[in-house]
């Protein structure tokens, strides 16, 4: 066989490698030509994450949400990934489910798949403080926290938990043999730094400031099918989110958590996102529209809708307000 035909014999080898190794990745990551081959999109998206149906009927309902193309999604591990722009912002979202494990894993999966400059996350919540946030309102909380991992005290422990339970006796506080619990910090895992005990996790400083600038002077929807709130509903800065694991309905617990911790709203998902966000590096940001005032009974279920709507609106200003980074092309 001659020199030049073994080359070319090399050459068409190399060739059907390449392919092998382009068709794998395919197969693993749809997105991943579109995001890498020599930059033909030039920018990072936004990871748009979403818990319930009421946010997803939100998003689609505004109309504002463009996919890329017919197919312009991905499935992956039982979650559907959608690709395409906000507006003119390019983002990809994802409903996660409930429950913190369930947010957390979409949250890392999104994270891993895409190639993203942050973490956009907007949802329900309720209300602690019926004074301050009602239905209607978007709380943009400047930290959250889980508020319902906690370690559990020995009957009559000298050293105490916050939640006495005797405390909460009825018709008259004594002790009680459940004793008193304390609140556990929380393990943050980063990628270049040792793990860390925390309690509250910090929204990012810059996107929080972004947001108080931009939705001070927002105006909110106040009626949906033919049903209106009872007020003109606000966006609420300055405040700090609980998050645990259970739907808080108690108002006795409620209070509790408004006076220990100075937490003006409950969720399932938002400590989810910022300690997932935070492991990563990535900035993130949460808009909580108050679908509730925990404790008090509602059968209202167009208030809750109005949340998640009232709740997009921020985000999606928010977005707007943002510029979008591009990466730089080898």
């Known amino acids: 066989m001659s020199r030049i035909n073994l080359e070319v014999l090399l050459v068409l080898g190399l060739l059907l490698v390449t392919a092998k190794q382009s068709m794998q990745m395919s197969l693993r990551n749809p997105t991943a030509e579109i995001e890498s081959s020599l930059c033909k999109i030039g920018f990072l998206r936004l990871g748009l994450v979403l818990t319930s149906e009421n946010s997803e009927k939100a998003l689609l309902d505004s109309d504002l949400f463009k996919a890329d193309s017919a197919d312009s999604y991905v499935d992956i ?18 409903k996660t489910g409930t429950g913190s494990v369930n947010v957390a894993t979409a949250v890392q999966t999104l994270l891993i ?25 978007v709380v943009v909380p400047e930290a959250v926290a ?30 009680n043999l459940l004793g008193t619990a304390a609140p556990q ?12 005990e925390v309690f509250w996790l910090p929204v990012s400083s810059s996107w929080y400031e972004v947001a108080t600038e931009e939705l001070k002077d927002l ?21 700090k989110a609980s998050t645990s ?29 910022a300690l997932t966000s ?27 809708y109005l949340a998640s709507y009232n709740a997009f609106l921020a985000a999606t200003k928010f977005i707007n307000s943002i510029p979008t980074p591009r990466l730089a092309c080898e």
């Open 77 to 94: 591990v039982g979650r559907r990934f959608h690709v395409g722009r906000l507006n003119n912002t390019p983002v990809v979202y994802v």
């Open 113 to 137: 798949r895409f190639r993203l400059s942050g973490i956009i996350f907007f949802g329900n919540a309720g209300s602690l403080d019926e004074n301050v946030l009602v239905p209607g309102d």
């Open 146 to 175: 889980f508020t319902g991992v906690w370690e559990w005290k020995e009957f009559r422990a000298q050293n105490k938990g916050k939640l006495v339970f005797g405390n909460y006796n009825y018709p008259v506080n004594g002790e």
């Open 185 to 196: 910090n929380i393990t943050l895992y980063s990628q270049s730094e040792d793990p860390e």
């Open 219 to 239: 105006n909110l929807k106040e009626c949906y099918s033919g049903k209106c709130l009872s007020g003109t509903p606000k966006v609420v800065f300055g405040s």
């Open 245 to 273: 694991d259970f739907y808080v309905k108690n108002k006795a617990y409620g209070d509790f958590l408004l006076k220990k911790f100075n937490a003006s709203t409950t969720d399932s998902a938002s400590a989810a996102v």
């Open 278 to 304: 935070l492991s990563n590096r990535k900035p993130f940001v949460v808009f909580q529209g108050v679908s509730n005032v925990v404790g008090v009974k509602s059968s209202d279920s167009e208030s809750g």
